[in-house]
């Protein structure tokens, strides 16, 4: 039961090949050389949500195809930002390190956060604060020993081999 909900949330993992392919697709030259990029991962990503469907109703719209060209425009869009930012704010800098580990921790910790607390303090705010300071604290360790050793590891394997 734990492996298959691990499983269905790791399927928006799939976004980030989106956001993955306009990275990579800006060292191109040229709009049809970017879209031939960007498209197959799109469609890598729309496929891949279709598949996790099977046999289980999903009662979001992360499967439609809307979602996945909002995730590009959204993509595209702050990537286009971030290149007009030469120097952004610290703490911009931090938030947008753990946006996706926060992503990824913030429902199951939060709530399991809470429910732990509820017993001992009914007080809502309290327990809306423990939770993100949870949330944030997991996010960020997350960042710190598995986010950047992966990102380090992935630029130094991409570099020793040919485009």
């Known amino acids: 039961h734990v492996l298959w909900h691990i499983g269905w949330n790791a399927r928006f993992i799939l976004l980030i090949t989106i956001g993955s392919a306009v990275y990579l697709a800006d060292k191109e030259n040229g709009f049809f050389s970017k879209?031939?990029?960007?498209?197959?991962?799109?469609?890598?990503?729309?496929?891949g949500f279709q598949l996790f469907k099977f046999g289980h109703v999903d009662p979001s719209t992360y499967e439609t195809i809307g979602t996945h060209l909002l995730a590009v425009f959204l993509f595209v869009s702050?990537?286009?930002?971030?290149?007009?930012?030469?120097?952004?704010h610290p703490v911009i800098s931090y938030v947008g390190d753990i946006v996706y580990p926060l992503y990824?921790?913030?429902?199951?910790?939060g709530l399991a956060t809470m429910a732990i607390a509820r017993p001992y303090?009914?007080?809502p705010y309290f327990l809306l604060a423990a939770a993100?300071?949870?949330?944030?604290?997991?996010?960020?360790?997350l960042h710190l020993f598995v986010e950047a050793p992966s990102i380090s590891f992935g630029r130094k394997f991409t570099s020793t081999r040919p485009a």
């Open 132 to 141: 993100c300071v949870v949330s944030l604290v997991a996010a960020w360790l």
């Open 121 to 123: 303090y009914r007080a």
């Open 78 to 88: 702050f990537h286009h930002f971030g290149l007009l930012i030469k120097k952004p």
């Open 35 to 47: 879209a031939q990029v960007i498209l197959p991962s799109v469609i890598f990503s729309y496929v």
């Open 104 to 109: 990824l921790v913030h429902a199951s910790l």
